[in-house]
């Protein structure tokens, strides 16, 4: 038996519920600001300014937001999100349902769609995909190759843990069955990721694209990921000038739904936030992304649009706590009272008026509160230096050194100025009786290997939600991995009260149930306390007056085929 529910429904990503939307892409184009240009604002080149280059553009093998920038343009799933939202809605499936179970769900797909080579989107197309990634062997397994796959669906065919994918059926020509061993919040919200878009079967077998080489830090990819990615949407790939940092898409003038508006577009790669921003104000670019919040003022009184985003992140101060036998994690933080110590003696409300844009706001679960699960009966740590001193006192941990690290040459969503944000904090935890050693490290791939390898005792660090589903956020943070712990971002932290938790809730088939064991995680995850949350803030992209139709994504997922530009 199988339940079929609405679209109001669906918008709670972390319930295992089916939509029916029978939407056309025009309409869907309209609601997005797009469909108003008129024809004659049709045409014409966008030049958009990129923090980085893309690693390739098969989202099969992606995890970096430049390299997802391109491939949402080129390549779609079975479901997507609303434009400036976070609202699960069809892609190529027109609707979906659910077994009462939650294992296995029926896709009705979009008829007459074709990949950018001709080739027929169809069940059999969809399965192809589905089992293309649960038998990927070799290098292809490597969390640095397959990160998303193994996020989310846990295993691989021929691994000691296969994950929870039972398999695909093309029932008939237009309806593909997927059917999963467990089930899991993050289906079907997870879907809607770029790294499970529907690819070609024909280009894909063609060029070999599974065939990885090199090795895990320095994966060699294929003819197909960096020449010929084959999708069904708007754009179609042209170039990539990688000497000039350049990748070009054309409209796909054969595409399913309303073409898009503009004749091509340029991602141009500029790391640096100041030069892309002088790019912008000498009209060599049409917009750019992680727009200095000191900026918006000067932009906007020069012309410019300042698109921002809804808050979906969360910035928080890392703990390396070293629980685990083993491990060389300074011996005071395994002391609660010495982490509550860091808890008060952040000033959030200060950072999140001083630093970050307006909007923004003071974190006190490690998630939004517009994902459901979020708890509003959490443990909080008000600021307070002289309880903070008191705790170091009782814990005898008065004047505790903290190597406290943070990033250089770096702008994130969540965090805009990591010297400033660093130089807030480091006075507040001063007061409060630690003493700091300060470590400056370039982003990538310095800073995130010194954080994953436990060399800082606290650190920065952050995330964007990919999909509205809480286990996105606190299950990426706290589950529990093959090791018995949980996320070396956080340092080595073993916690068998927060695993069993989230794996309960993860594996809960009723929604209702599921938010209330998640609201029970987030309890359990602010009582011990692995890390501190701090914010939430919401990021901006830019671009030229004459730039119209882009809609800002919480997701960072903007969709530029209803982009124009204005006469």
Request: glycine letters at 8%.
């Amino acid at each position: 038996m199988t339940r079929r529910h609405t679209r109001a429904v669906a918008a709670s990503a972390s319930a295992l519920i089916a939509v029916t939307l029978s939407a056309c892409a025009s309409s869907d184009r309209d609601d997005s600001g797009g469909g108003d240009a008129a024809e004659g604002q049709s045409g014409g080149t966008l030049v958009f300014g990129a923090a980085g280059d893309p690693a390739m553009f098969d989202p099969a093998f992606a995890s970096d937001g430049e390299t997802f920038r391109v491939a949402r343009q080129i390549h779609e799933g079975l479901l997507t999100n609303e434009p400036g939202t976070t609202e699960l809605v069809p892609a190529l499936a027109e609707d979906w349902e659910v077994s009462e179970d939650g294992l296995e769900y029926t896709f009705n797909l979009r008829e007459d769609v074709q990949f950018h080579d001709g080739t027929a989107f169809d069940a059999e197309a969809v399965c192809f995909n589905f089992d293309r990634w649960h038998n990927f062997t070799g290098l292809a397994q490597s969390p640095s190759a397959s990160y998303y796959y193994q996020a989310v669906f846990g295993g691989f065919a021929d691994s000691d843990n296969p994950g929870i994918y039972e398999g695909c059926e093309a029932t008939d020509e237009n309806t593909a069955v997927i059917t999963f061993n467990q089930v899991t919040s993050k289906i079907p919200a997870a879907l809607s990721l770029p790294a499970f878009s529907i690819q070609s079967p024909t280009a894909l077998q063609e060029y070999d694209a599974d065939n990885l080489s090199g090795s895990e830090d320095a994966i060699t990819y294929t003819e197909y990921a960096l020449e010929h990615p084959t999708g069904t949407g708007p754009f179609k790939f042209d170039s990539w000038d990688r000497g000039n940092g350049e990748v070009t898409i054309v409209r796909n003038e054969d595409y399913w739904g309303e073409p898009a508006l503009l004749d091509e577009i340029i991602f141009r790669t500029i790391p640096d936030g100041n030069t892309r921003r002088q790019e912008l104000q000498a009209g060599t670019i049409d917009g750019y992304d992680f727009v200095s919040p000191a900026d918006y003022d000067t932009l906007e009184g020069e012309g410019a649009q300042v698109l921002v985003r809804d808050p979906f992140n969360i910035l928080y101060l890392g703990i390396n706590g070293g629980n685990v036998p083993g491990t060389s994690a300074n011996p005071a933080l395994q002391d609660i009272r010495v982490r509550q110590a860091l808890a008060h003696a952040i000033d959030r409300e200060t950072i999140v008026n001083s630093l970050l844009p307006e909007g923004a706001e003071v974190a006190t679960n490690f998630m939004p509160p517009t994902v459901d699960g979020w708890a509003d009966d959490v443990q909080t740590y008000e600021y307070d230096p002289e309880r903070a001193r008191q705790l170091l006192e009782e814990a005898g941990a008065l004047g505790t050194t903290l190597r406290f690290y943070y990033p250089t040459d770096v702008s994130r969503p969540y965090l805009p100025d990591p010297a400033a944000m660093y130089q807030v904090i480091s006075e507040d935890l001063q007061e409060a009786g630690f003493t700091i050693e300060p470590t400056a490290l370039q982003w990538n791939p310095d800073y995130l290997q010194a954080v994953q390898s436990g060399q800082a005792d606290i650190h920065l660090l952050g995330w964007t939600g990919d999909y509205n589903d809480a286990y996105n956020f606190i299950g990426t943070f706290f589950a529990e991995d093959q090791n018995n712990q949980a996320s070396a971002e956080f340092g080595a932290f073993s916690a068998p009260e927060i695993f069993e938790a989230l794996a309960e809730a993860d594996a809960a088939p009723d929604p209702a149930d599921r938010t209330e064991l998640y609201q029970e995680a987030n309890r359990l995850i602010k009582e011990f306390l692995p890390a501190v949350p701090i914010s939430h803030s919401p990021p901006a992209l830019v671009v030229a007056e004459n730039v119209q139709g882009l809609e800002p994504s919480p997701l960072t997922a903007e969709d530029f085929s209803s982009v124009y530009l204005e006469d």
